[in-house]
């Protein structure tokens, strides 16, 4: 039962989360409009209420497929657009953008603070064939040009500035690596990550429903909040949620580090001039250690030891950096 009701809550969380930022976009706001509005006034608030609710719920079923997701929310999204699971987007009704750009991990944002306690929603229009790259903001107002291509850590302010080669920058423009490769290679590593960062507190809640028997009539909704509402299940409910929280991230940086050490190996830097390697195994290499840590925050482990701590440095020469 315990396994039935984990799997049914992940999957029924996947399928509401998305649909729920939606219905509320819609509901709330309707569709943005360009235009100055006062800070703390009706539009403010109602813009405040569908932002926190999409920077707290995830798109679920649409990881597979953003651009659906967007165009849902009511951006204007040609064909063939690329877009990387961490790419920032928000007032979607403001944003159009052409065929087959590519946004890898980039900032999309109309919102615009102004002078005099206001704020500004600005239309954005990144033409076909763009490339933007990981952690670059395109901010309200801007148009980006047909083959404007921005490096890293870039503004559209400088978009002036850019340059073709920046194209090879975007990791979302790369290959996927061979199915194969990713099926019997990297797919049970990450379900190994997967099940070490849960396993303690599964442990944990399994035995929890072993020892304690809960009295009352669990066939209902209102029943089970009862029996689970006593003081002694919600103290341990309350203590496996911070164990999950304190080894959860250890464990997982555990299975990056030894698969950064004895599969990946050495990141090599590539020559000036010279286009990124993309054998099969070169590309698998770049595909799992980015799977292995996708927030780029080491598994969680920044968030709980803190940015600035000499313990994130030493994470860090483990995984190879000087």
Known sequence: RFVMAYVVSHVFINIASPFIVISAKWTVVGKYKEGKYPTFGTTYLRWWVVNQLHTCLYPGVFRMNL????????????????????????????????????????IVRPFT????????????HIK????????SVVAG????????????????????????????ACQILRPDPPLWLRAFCGWPIIALQYIMMRAIPLVGVA????????????????????????????????????????????????VLLLTKRFLIGTFTE??????????????????????????GDLCGMVPLLGRHYE?????HRLLGMK
């Open 207 to 254: 035995a929890l429903c072993a020892r304690v028997r809960l009295a009352g009539d669990l066939d209902s909704a209102c029943g089970v909040m009862a029996a689970y509402s006593s003081h002694f299940v919600l103290f341990r409910l309350v203590a496996l949620k911070m164990l999950r929280a304190v080894t959860g991230p250890p464990l997982a940086f555990s």
């Open 311 to 315: 313990s994130i440095s030493r994470l």
């Open 270 to 295: 590539t020559r000036v001039g010279a286009k990124p390697e993309s054998s099969d195994w070169n590309l698998f290499r770049h595909w799992l250690i980015k799977a292995l840590n996708p927030g």
């Open 128 to 135: 076909a064939d763009c490339a933007v790259g990981v952690k």
């Open 113 to 124: 603070p102004t002078a005099q306690g206001c704020f500004a929603l600005r239309k954005i």
């Open 67 to 106: 651009p659906l997701y967007y165009r849902l929310l009511g951006a204007d999204i040609g064909k063939g657009v690329k877009l990387s699971p961490d790419v920032q987007l928000s007032e979607f009704d403001l944003i159009k953008i052409g065929e087959n750009v590519a946004l890898d991990g980039a």
């Open 141 to 168: 107002g801007s148009v980006l040009e047909e083959g404007t291509c921005m490096g890293p850590l870039c503004s559209s302010h400088e978009a002036g500035s850019s340059s073709p080669e920046n194209r090879d």
